[in-house]
């Protein structure tokens, strides 16, 4: 075949251009990103949108279909090309912007430039040095920067230009914009909103009080800010009552009675089956289900009740947990302790009180061991156990010590060790 005759049957050639690569990602996207430049010239509008489909990008420039991806996907990337499609699924509507691609030449240009005068440009010192004997003369290279480039010169085989820094507006003197009418407004919903999340036992008090201002002034309506402004208690309008609470966040007595027994006879020690029990009632799907099955066995109950009254029963059968107990607290607690022993309070002790504490717990110790040495006698034992509550004490205290050698046979308190 004659050359003339081949170059004619090879087509038209594409543009391309080396050192474009270097910032479109690669050559295949250099190679589509100055064709569609060559085809959007062509256009009568130049700022309307490129009509092409894969197949004529193919037969024009030889880039396959999984070629053409990977180059537009680099070039969407770095803000070069955007992209969208029509009607017609094998068209594409495509958008070289040569806007972006003058500022990123410009960027790769002046990061070379950066470079190359710190290589040509850097100072070389002389340091001689002596021993006594001879001079000797070593080139040391000092690489300086640039005091107001602000730019680092540190380069990468693999990345030849810099990334650009991530620079943020900020506003000199940035202040809240709220509903409030005053600083002092603002910084009293501060404390008010600050004290209601240390109540609730939230942790980080303060970053729920940033998120409800900051939504705020974003425009979202908060019920705190209602609530500061009429003079109610922040959080009261917020609280919802469930059908088996009493007021919200206080079921029915009776019906957290009878999950805490629930636990308690399950083998869960008293504090953990009263833990397990108000975190069920918190949740509004479990306590929903939870108060059906109780109303459904208070049902059971009261009808068993009432055929009971029917038979003659003056007082029928009522499970424990709908008795009247008084309201545990802190308080009730404290004083029951207190009048033990003063050891046994929960109150707070300084140092002073801990060393009377630890003064108090040796006196019973000694006090302990003192009747341990000197047992009570057989017939105050005997005496007290005539009584039923004294025969319970006594033997309860005969098998606490063993160390005095008394036992109990035929109802009698005997010495065990006569001698």
């Given at each position: 075949?004659?050359?003339?005759?081949?170059?004619?049957?090879?087509?038209?050639?594409?543009?391309?251009?080396?050192?474009?690569?270097?910032?479109?990602?690669?050559?295949?996207?250099?190679?589509?990103?100055?064709?569609?430049?060559?085809?959007?010239?062509?256009?009568?509008?130049?700022?309307?949108?490129?009509?092409?489909?894969?197949?004529?990008?193919?037969?024009?420039?030889?880039?396959?279909?999984?070629?053409?991806?990977?180059?537009?996907?680099?070039?969407?990337?770095?803000?070069?090309?955007?992209?969208?499609?029509?009607?017609?699924?094998?068209?594409?509507?495509?958008?070289?912007?040569?806007?972006?691609?003058?500022?990123?030449?410009?960027?790769?240009?002046?990061?070379?430039c950066l470079v190359t005068s710190a290589q040509n440009q850097a100072p070389?010192?002389?340091?001689?040095?002596?021993?006594?004997?001879?001079?000797?003369?070593?080139?040391?290279?000092?690489?300086?920067?640039?005091?107001?480039?602000?730019?680092?010169?540190?380069?990468?085989?693999?990345?030849?230009?810099?990334?650009?820094?991530?620079?943020?507006?900020?506003?000199?003197?940035?202040?809240?914009?709220?509903?409030?009418?005053?600083?002092?407004?603002?910084?009293?919903?501060?404390?008010?909103?600050?004290?209601?999340?240390?109540?609730?036992?939230?942790?980080?008090?303060?970053?729920?009080?940033?998120?409800?201002?900051?939504?705020?002034?974003?425009?979202?309506?908060?019920?705190?800010?209602?609530?500061?402004?009429?003079?109610?208690?922040?959080?009261?309008?917020?609280?919802?009552?469930?059908?088996?609470?009493?007021?919200?966040?206080?079921?029915?007595?009776?019906?957290?009675?009878?999950?805490?027994?629930?636990?308690?006879?399950?083998?869960?020690?008293?504090?953990?089956?009263?833990?397990?029990?108000?975190?069920?009632?918190?949740?509004?799907?479990?306590?929903?289900?939870?108060?059906?099955?109780?109303?459904?066995?208070?049902?059971?109950?009261?009808?068993?009740?009432?055929?009971?009254?029917?038979?003659?029963?003056?007082?029928?059968?009522?499970?424990?947990?709908?008795?009247?107990?008084?309201?545990?607290?802190?308080?009730?607690?404290?004083?029951?302790?207190?009048?033990?022993?003063?050891?046994?309070?929960?109150?707070?002790?300084?140092?002073?009180?801990?060393?009377?504490?630890?003064?108090?717990?040796?006196?019973?110790?000694?006090?302990?061991?003192?009747?341990?040495?000197?047992?009570?006698?057989?017939?105050?034992?005997?005496?007290?156990?005539?009584?039923?509550?004294?025969?319970?004490?006594?033997?309860?205290?005969?098998?606490?010590?063993?160390?005095?050698?008394?036992?109990?046979?035929?109802?009698e308190v005997v010495d065990l060790i006569p001698f």
């Amino acid at each position: 075949m004659k050359l003339g005759v081949f170059w004619r049957l090879m087509g038209n050639s594409a543009v391309y251009y080396p050192k474009l690569a270097k910032v479109t990602g690669g050559v295949t996207a250099a190679v589509l990103f100055c064709q569609l430049l060559q085809k959007q010239s062509e256009l009568e509008n130049p700022h309307d949108w490129v009509k092409i489909t894969v197949d004529e990008i193919e037969s024009e420039t030889g880039l396959s279909y999984t070629e053409q991806r990977l180059a537009r996907k680099r070039l969407v990337e770095r803000s070069l090309l955007k992209q969208r499609l029509v009607d017609d699924v094998k068209i594409m509507e495509l958008w070289p912007d040569i806007d972006a691609l003058e500022q990123r030449l410009e960027e790769f240009l002046q990061s070379n430039c950066l470079v190359t005068s710190a290589q040509n440009q850097a100072p070389v010192q002389v340091i001689s040095q002596s021993n006594g004997y001879s001079t000797k003369t070593t080139a040391v290279e000092l690489l300086e920067s640039s005091p107001t480039s602000g730019i680092n010169n540190k380069t990468d085989k693999f990345f030849h230009w810099q990334r650009q820094p991530i620079a943020m507006r900020v506003t000199p003197n940035y202040q809240f914009s709220g509903p409030w009418n005053s600083q002092e407004q603002f910084e009293e919903f501060q404390r008010a909103l600050l004290e209601h999340f240390k109540n609730k036992g939230i942790d980080n008090p303060a970053g729920w009080v940033f998120r409800i201002i900051d939504g705020i002034t974003k425009g979202l309506v908060s019920p705190f800010w209602d609530e500061f402004i009429q003079g109610i208690p922040l959080g009261e309008t917020q609280k919802v009552k469930r059908d088996w609470e009493i007021e919200p966040g206080f079921p029915y007595p009776a019906f957290k009675e009878e999950r805490i027994q629930y636990y308690v006879q399950k083998g869960e020690p008293l504090e953990t089956a009263v833990a397990k029990a108000s975190s069920e009632l918190r949740d509004p799907v479990v306590g929903k289900d939870l108060w059906e099955g109780f109303l459904r066995k208070c049902d059971r109950i009261a009808d068993d009740a009432i055929r009971a009254k029917n038979l003659g029963v003056t007082t029928p059968y009522l499970p424990p947990s709908f008795t009247d107990k008084p309201q545990v607290s802190k308080e009730s607690v404290m004083n029951k302790l207190s009048a033990i022993g003063p050891q046994f309070s929960l109150a707070s002790s300084k140092s002073d009180d801990l060393i009377n504490l630890s003064l108090e717990q040796q006196k019973v110790e000694d006090k302990a061991h003192d009747s341990i040495s000197n047992p009570p006698s057989i017939a105050s034992l005997q005496s007290a156990y005539q009584t039923p509550m004294g025969r319970t004490i006594v033997e309860k205290q005969i098998a606490e010590h063993p160390e005095w050698g008394y036992g109990i046979v035929d109802d009698e308190v005997v010495d065990l060790i006569p001698f």
